[in-house]
């Protein structure tokens, strides 16, 4: 019998934010193609002009009921539902408050009508800085969201941005999660025609990696030591190069960051999802992390199999199936603590019919 599972990684466009989409004429945007709707989102996919631009995009991404099919497929018992990238970032500062606030009270309504399946993770208006403390506020009340999700980028000048002080410090009073995910990608200029493969391979990776460093720099955990980071994507590469950070850090002679503790102490009070593929990755994680922090997901509905439509619900995925075959030399206890039991004491979350 397999282990139940908790995806704590795992993505909806909700039908408000695609509906915003296909009216857009640029990126992001969605596109209705005469094989199927096309997602371009990801910097410099508009360029191409060709059918194959972007990728395709069905109702996997927007309807609750297939993200359950797939939960269904996977025995992924709850998931903990985000907004994918770029999520509002896009928008205009003086519509962003609202457009953030309509969208947690979608992905509450759509949480609290699936039977204890569904949690989520809001978005924030991070064009408006000073609104975000109070939205985070009002998302404490929702009751079935567990924090909010924020890129990488934040709105365009990094996470350490000086305006979003009173967002880690608002999070880490109400006890809510921050999951860091990347969207740009960092680095184009040095992979060339290599599809989106070095973009999410690479890019995505080191965006993340460089994110978190800056605010783990800048003193943001020092400050706030309640804060609840979940990194995506098995924090990138951070476990791999936290002492490499700790080194250059305590050895640079050009700056005092002043920072009480070195880098890696701030990294191991993180969360981190499980999407590292293979087993060394995963034993880096292990390795690294607080074994009570790291979480199982699938970053569903991306990189889905090559079949046709009528029959994708039915199908295996690849990115559950080799995250959970990465798990299986380690002993039952840390199995279960990745793939369930981590998530239900971080998210204060029962298994449904438990
Ligand atoms: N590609 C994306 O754009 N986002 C993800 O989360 C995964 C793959
Ligand atoms: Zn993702």
């Known amino acids: 019998m397999s282990l139940p599972l908790i995806d704590v990684h795992t993505h909806m466009y909700l039908p408000r934010y695609v509906a915003l989409l296909r009216e857009r004429k640029q990126i992001p945007r969605i596109v209705s193609r005469e094989k199927g709707d096309r997602l371009i989102i990801l ?4 360029a191409d002009t060709s059918t ?60 609290a009508s699936s039977n204890g399946r569904l949690y989520g993770f809001g978005v924030l208006p991070l064009q408006r800085p000073e609104t975000c403390a109070a939205e985070l506020k009002r998302i404490a009340g929702l009751p079935h969201m567990r924090g909010v999700i924020i890129g990488s980028a934040g709105r365009g000048q990094g996470l350490d941005d000086p305006e979003f002080e009173p967002i880690w410090k608002a999070a880490a009073d109400l006890g809510l999660f921050i999951f860091i995910h990347p969207h740009y990608g960092i680095g184009h200029e040095l992979f060339p025609d290599t599809g989106h493969a070095m973009l999410l391979a ?44 700790d080194s250059c850090v305590k050895n640079d002679i050009s700056k005092d960051f002043g920072l009480p503790k070195p880098p890696s102490h ?10 590292v593929y293979h087993p060394p990755a995963v034993a880096a994680l292990t ?50 603590a990745i793939s369930y039991e981590n998530g239900l004491k971080a998210f204060g979350i029962k298994l449904p019919g438990a």
């Not at 309640?226 to 590469?237: D, F, N, S, V």
């Open 52 to 111: 194959s631009a972007g990728r395709p995009i069905g109702s996997e991404f927007y309807e609750v009921k297939r993200k359950l099919a797939f939960m269904d497929q996977h025995n992924i018992a709850v998931s903990v539902v985000s907004s994918a990238n770029p999520w509002i970032d896009f928008v205009e500062p003086d519509a962003a408050p609202k457009l953030a606030a309509d969208l947690n009270d979608d992905l509450e309504a759509m949480c």
């Open 202 to 245: 690479m890019g995505f990776t080191f965006e993340t990696s460089i994110a978190v460093a800056r605010l783990i720099l800048r003193g943001a955990m020092a400050r706030n030591p309640g804060l609840k980071l979940l990194i995506a994507h098995g924090g990138g590469t951070l476990p791999y190069l936290a002492g490499r950070l």
């Open 287 to 336: 390795a690294f992390a607080d074994p009570a922090k790291i979480m199982f997901g699938t970053d569903h509905p991306f990189f889905r199999p090559h079949v046709p439509e009528d029959v994708l619900d039915t199908t295996t995925w690849a990115v559950p199936e080799e995250n959970v075959a990465a798990l299986s030399g380690f002993d039952e206890t840390t199995k279960k």
């Open 43 to 46: 910097p410099d996919e508009d």
């Open 266 to 275: 701030y990294l191991q009070q993180c969360w981190y999802d499980s999407i």
